[in-house]
């Protein structure tokens, strides 16, 4: 079965640091990999996604992932965190098929410091 | 805007009752999810249809059910309601199936059971 990990349910950054959150999946085959915002009271958003091209996939508002096969690792960063980054971040993994086979990460909520 | 409409944002009934979430989605989007998030499940895949048709059912309870019509909304009922089913209920639609279409999420609506 496949399954998501992220590491930290909560990371706390300054405005303008580095900004890492931590997915780690579980798969004997090629996965499809998903980064997701939830911003308050909003609905899911796409930051990017990983489809078995390019390891290094750049997302919406300065965010990219790097899958790392070796490490069943895709790792959000940011290299500078801005206030309106605060918001829970998902990452989601599916092997196949439509959405109904994603399965979601239980979240990291991301707060900035001023 | 992600574009997918949910109505109501918010919803509170008591225990034994019947409400129906209503989703609209994307213009030209033929498939509609699902979704039930709670603090103690997180982010649930419950049921999907596509162009009128059920097409996948994940961990939906037999109290609820879906349908999609003709004009391609879609509307989750859930019956003999429990303090448990206080969730956030999202619905999510895109084009095609598959996950290299992009799923765009709506707003959810918040049931509260009292």
């Known amino acids: 079965a496949q399954s998501v990990t992220q590491l930290g349910s909560h990371v706390s950054v300054s405005e303008g640091a580095l900004v890492l959150l931590r997915c780690n999946y579980s798969?004997?085959?090629?996965?499809?990999l998903f980064w997701y915002v939830q911003y308050p009271n909003q609905g899911l958003q796409l930051l990017l996604k990983y489809t078995s091209a390019a390891t290094l996939v750049k997302g919406i508002n300065g965010f990219e992932a790097e899958f790392k096969k070796s490490e069943t690792s895709f790792h959000l960063t940011k290299p500078s965190a801005h206030m309106s980054d605060a918001a829970e971040y998902f990452c989601?993994?599916?092997?196949?098929?439509?959405?109904?086979?994603?399965?979601f990460g239980t979240g990291t909520k991301l707060q900035v410091i001023p | 805007d992600s574009g997918v409409t949910q109505t109501p944002k918010h919803l509170i009934t008591a225990t034994g009752q019947r409400v129906t979430l209503r989703c609209s989605p994307r213009s030209g989007d033929l498939s509609v999810y699902w979704y039930q998030q709670s603090l103690d499940q997180g982010l649930q895949f419950l049921i999907q249809?596509?162009?009128?048709?059920?097409?996948a059912k994940g961990n939906i309870l037999e109290r609820f059910s879906a349908q999609q019509f003709p004009d391609l909304h879609s509307e989750l009922n859930l019956s003999s309601l429990e303090l448990g089913d206080s969730a956030l209920y999202f619905c999510?639609?895109?084009?095609?199936?598959?996950?290299?279409?992009?799923?765009?999420f709506g707003q959810g609506t918040r049931l509260t059971v009292v």
């Open positions: 798969s004997s085959v090629p996965p499809y």
């Open positions: 999510a639609s895109s084009v095609a199936q598959g996950v290299n279409t992009e799923a765009f």
């Open positions: 989601a993994v599916s092997f196949s098929g439509g959405y109904q086979k994603v399965t």
């Open positions: 249809y596509y162009n009128g048709e059920e097409r």
